[in-house]
């Protein structure tokens, strides 16, 4: 036998196998939703975002120096320069493919 605490308080002894417990869907509930769940969600979310900002703060620290790229200014030759013409003339000793003809 075993003892177990009635509805109205009172401790009464039963068998385990006789006894059977209904409950309604929010007393078979096995947590509740609501403020506490947003808190854990928040606090998750802020430390996220403190774990990525020291990790941001960490890379740009140990990132190499990048020169400056040089100033565009009046007296600079902005323009790319000139490009002659592709020769497309094969070389003495080149052989040109035939088709069909494998060595």
Known sequence: MSRYIDTD??????????????RNATEARQ???????L????AGLILAMLA?????????????EQPDPPAVGAD????PPAQDAIDATPAPGDVE???GVTP
């Open 9 to 22: 308080g009172k401790v009464k002894d039963a068998p385990i196998v006789d006894r059977t417990v209904e």
């Open 31 to 37: 947590g509740s939703k609501g403020v506490p769940v």
């Open 39 to 42: 808190w854990v969600l928040v």
């Open 52 to 64: 990525w900002g020291a990790a941001e703060i960490y890379g740009f620290s140990i990132a190499p």
């Open 76 to 79: 600079s030759n902005t323009e």
């Open 97 to 99: 493919p035939q088709r």
